[in-house]
């Protein structure tokens, strides 16, 4: 159950689609953006708030059978302080899904023995060429108050007389302002693109060209480009927030303060002007990457179900 189907192409329904596709080899799955009733044996529902109605239907009509609960970042660090229909859901479900390893500790302590991490995954990629000349900074990330984009337009601005630092920014302009002000920036000429939204095949390869992605983001329950990075090769320097952290490792060493743009400023100019510092990035970016397979996240989501529904539960797949 998912609130967002295709049209939306959002984080919520590229999950839901994998997840499908990683339990389809096993279960037979449906995918609605409400659900109204049908024989299923078990119910995940994506998002606390949005997915409530259907929530409250499973329960009513399908009294008895397990319901999954998995949090997006908007369910961990903002409606369950602030949305009592979001704090509800978290008591009820009957398992609640976490997409980092720190998501967890978000929830009331009686609801914590009742989460499991489930960490996303994507195919592990190449990195492609890298020129040497500069270092190709990116930023992936539509234009909106949760992703904080203008703290990479103010570090674009301080790193102005640097011709050997470039950064790249991948997003559409869901925010108006925020739009305006990049486009203003792009056509400023100081080495910052604004490239708008682009397919995402198209992205990955830019994420693959990248010496560094950057995740600047407020608020985030476990960003699918920050894996789609490891798994090409591409060292991350992100914000230092609970979604960042439990993906890269509380010690991950690219780390700045959210919205602190002279510290982005300052780990760009290092990666560029410290290759050793960029060569460390790159192979802890690598040595993680394993834990980001389509098979360690489909391992995790057999073993739930099988918790759940041990009688349905399938032989594992070979």
């Known amino acids: 159950m998912t609130p967002a189907l295709a049209a939306a192409n959002n984080g919520n329904w590229q999950t839901a689609r994998r997840w499908a596709r990683l339990l389809g080899r096993a279960y037979r799955i449906d995918l609605t953006d409400r659900w109204e009733g049908g024989a299923q044996d078990c119910m995940i529902a994506l998002h606390a708030r949005r997915s409530a109605p259907s929530m409250q239907a499973w329960r009513q009509r ?13 369910d961990l660090y903002r409606d369950i302080d602030t949305h009592p229909e979001a704090r509800a859901w978290v008591a009820d479900a009957d398992r609640l899904v976490v997409l980092n390893t720190l998501g967890a500790r978000r929830l009331p302590a009686d609801a914590q023995a009742r989460a499991v991490t489930v960490l996303q995954s994507c195919g592990e990629r190449q990195p492609l060429a890298r020129s040497g000349r500069h270092l190709r900074a ?3 990330g539509h234009l909106r108050d949760e992703k904080d984009p203008l703290t990479y337009l103010r570090a674009a601005r301080r790193l102005a007389g640097r011709a050997d630092i470039r950064l790249d920014h991948v997003g559409a302009p869901l925010d108006a302002d925020m739009g305006a002000q990049a486009a203003a920036l792009d056509a400023a000429g100081i ?3 604004w490239l708008g939204e682009r397919p995402h095949e198209a992205t990955r390869r830019r994420i693959q060209a990248a010496h560094v992605l950057v995740h600047a983001s407020r608020m985030e ?6 894996i789609e990075a490891m798994r090409s090769g591409t060292p991350v320097i992100a914000s230092r927030i609970d979604g ?6 509380e010690d991950h060493p690219a780390l700045f303060e959210p919205g602190d743009d002279a510290a982005l400023a300052a780990l760009l100019e290092r990666a560029r002007d410290e290759p050793d510092w960029l060569r460390m990035l790159t192979e802890r970016s ?10 360690a996240e489909s391992r995790s989501l057999l073993d ?3 918790a759940l529904l041990p009688a349905a539960a399938p032989a594992r797949p070979g």
């Open 286 to 295: 690598v040595a993680r990457s394993p834990r980001f397979s389509p098979e």
């Open 304 to 306: 739930l179900l099988a």
């Open 138 to 140: 990116l930023m992936v």
């Open 62 to 74: 399908t009294p008895g059978r397990p319901l999954v609960l998995a949090l997006t970042g908007t």
């Open 191 to 193: 080495g910052y693109r």
């Open 244 to 249: 960042n952290l439990g993906l890269l490792g």
């Open 221 to 226: 329950g476990g960003a699918h480009v920050v």
